[in-house]
């Protein structure tokens, strides 16, 4: 039988004294937690035991004896041998250690009591099995036929990591007994009030472990931890007032709730209170997963605001301010000379390309028509624009983010005659392209069945079919030139919605990517684990076989998947796929559809 002994690397070469640990539940491996050193009082041992178990959870006990030899204390491994009788266990682990060798050497004694415990625990379990011999001379037997493989880890990166979590930063859920590596975690992790106490402190016992050199402690961030419930009650307070602001029944009132649900900038302002309530919450983290979220929010929204004031501050310096406001307007007289010249070239023969001259002429004027009210419109308010830029370069003290969202509405805006041109071309065509299609299945005697959704036979008449035959000429000859309006427009819809794409996935990255999990990643990759790996530390002879347990880093793709913060999307909802189809149809496609959306 092999027994595998968990032992802290920070106890290595501890004083002589006894090992508190436990046995894990289910397997033959014993986690040694902490050295309690010599001198001792044995109820003084016990009382502390049972204290540090009451308070951590977790089942303490004491494993055995650890031995590290030195000057004067040559009676020291017999006299550990007879505190075997003082703390009773099933298996007493008596290890030793030589000053000029590397690895241990372990003697494994069952005694009396420990082994009828077990007689009587594995009789409950196998009642088939045959009768343990209950006659034993010795009250002490050293069991040779068990071999020990030493396990040492860094107790302080055991204590701090998170091993097999899932998306959500829950441990995976197992209906199997927790395993070997599990267990060990667990019980390193819940030992925090066992490695509280250091060599420093007054108290019934001295023991070794990963903290007894001197507890890590920093003034700054005691105080952060004392200003933050003030500071958390006071924001959340005003946070609640904002939200019963904008609750007001005045901002229900049709159709500003529509107006605010299409504007980049009402959405973000949202989301951005929605994580700073959140954030302000002046409940405590419950685990490592709301740890974890509440830790990115706070340093996304940290970067977020940072870059918002290194963009406010260019923008305030040299009077940038000034100088874009001067260039909107010749943007837009320039804009509006490319798409006249664009709408005069399709009102004569684009590519050689013989169109309906009557319908040309139509649609080109009335788009013509519509450049020159949006013209008139933008010198109308230019004198006013250098102001809102200046207004609106403030919104950037709340964050990058935010000011990205208005530079979105603000394109919006500026290219709302382009998508008026689109949507008008959109409708025309998608009118023909189903009207085609409909008389198409006249021809071959059939209709398409609202209430069945699907297409029937059907028989109809002589006026019927003539009356469709015109109409489906008509609309056939008149296809190319609505085909050719429809397909410019839709093409310059698309560079403005890759546009604002682009600028709203800078804003997704800097509300979903994780910072502070790739910063635990980079600095402390033991933090977040994706199990463990061995390698052989010493194979001395005379001595055990010690392996070095090492934490293997979660991987890069899986941090960002597991700890990415939620937030709302504007990418489109259907597939590149259903995207073309749309496109080819003449359906609306939308650049402020959402995910949680849908299209009517």
Request: proline letters at 4%; glycine letters at 6%.
């Amino acid at each position: 039988m092999v027994i595998k002994v968990f032992f802290p690397q920070c106890c290595n070469r501890a004083d002589s004294g006894l090992l508190v640990g436990r046995w894990l539940t289910g397997h033959d491996s014993a986690l040694v937690l902490a050295v309690i050193h010599y001198p001792f009082i044995p109820s003084s041992v016990k009382s502390y035991i049972q204290q540090m178990q009451s308070r951590s959870g977790v089942e303490l006990a004491v494993l055995g004896s650890w031995s590290l030899p030195k000057d004067g204390q040559g009676d020291m491994e017999s006299f550990l041998r007879d505190l075997s009788t003082i703390f009773p266990q099933r298996r007493w682990l008596q290890i030793s250690r030589e000053m000029d060798k590397t690895g241990f050497s372990c003697s494994i004694l069952n005694t009396e009591r420990g082994q009828k415990l077990f007689s009587e625990e594995k009789n409950s379990e196998e009642k088939n099995s045959e009768e343990k011999n209950s006659e034993e001379k010795n009250s002490v037997e050293k069991n040779s036929e068990e071999k020990v493989i030493f396990i040492h880890y860094d107790q302080h990166k055991v204590m701090q990591s998170q091993l097999h979590r899932d998306e959500n930063g829950r441990m995976e859920p197992n209906p199997e007994p927790p395993s070997e590596l599990t267990q060990m975690f667990q019980s390193v992790s819940c030992s925090g009030p066992l490695f509280f106490l250091d060599r420093y402190d007054e108290g019934p016992v001295k023991t070794t472990h990963w903290q007894s050199e001197g507890r890590e402690a920093s003034i700054v961030v005691e105080l952060c931890k004392h200003a933050a419930v003030p500071v958390c009650a006071a924001s959340s307070a005003l946070l609640h007032l904002w939200s019963r602001f904008w609750s007001l029944r005045i901002f229900s009132v049709f159709p500003l709730p529509f107006i605010s649900s299409k504007l980049s900038t009402c959405v973000q302002l949202g989301y951005r209170t929605e994580r700073m309530k959140s954030l302000f919450s002046t409940t405590t983290a419950s685990d490592h997963g709301h740890f974890m979220r509440k830790a990115n929010v706070f340093v996304s929204l940290l970067l977020d605001v940072s870059l918002g004031l290194l963009l406010m501050s260019w923008l305030y310096r040299d009077d940038h301010i000034t100088t874009i406001a001067g260039a909107l307007v010749p943007a837009a007289d320039h804009v509006a000379k490319e798409l006249n010249e664009l709408l005069q070239w399709l009102m004569g023969a684009p590519a050689g390309l013989k169109m309906n001259r009557a319908l040309d002429q139509v649609l080109g004027r009335f788009f013509l028509y519509h450049i020159h009210l949006w013209i008139s419109y933008i010198h109308l308010t230019s004198p006013f624009v250098e102001t809102l830029l200046w207004y609106g370069g403030l919104s950037a003290a709340l964050g990058l983010s935010l000011a990205l969202s208005l530079l979105s509405d603000m394109i919006a805006l500026l290219t709302f005659h382009i998508y008026c041109f689109y949507v008008y071309g959109a409708r025309l065509y998608c009118l023909k392209v189903y009207g085609l299609s409909s008389l198409w299945r006249l021809f071959r005697g059939k209709k398409w069945n609202v209430l069945r959704q699907r297409v029937d036979s059907c028989s109809y008449d002589l006026d019927q079919l003539f009356i469709g035959t015109l109409l489906f000429t008509v609309l056939l000859f008149l296809l190319p030139t609505t085909a050719l309006y429809y397909l410019v427009f839709a093409l310059l819809h698309l560079v403005v919605v890759v546009i604002q794409g682009v600028i709203h996935l800078a804003v997704d990255f800097i509300n979903a990517v994780p910072l502070f999990a790739l910063g635990l990643r980079v600095c402390r990759p033991y933090r977040l684990s994706d199990g463990v790996k061995f390698r052989v530390l010493c194979e001395e002879p005379g001595t055990c076989l010690h392996l070095l347990m090492e934490i293997n880093p979660l991987r890069w793709s899986s941090v960002v998947q597991t700890y990415r913060t939620p937030t709302y999307s504007c990418y489109p909802r259907d597939s590149w796929a259903a995207l073309v189809k749309k496109l080819f149809v003449g359906e609306l496609v939308y650049p402020w559809q959402r995910k949680t959306e849908k299209t009517d």
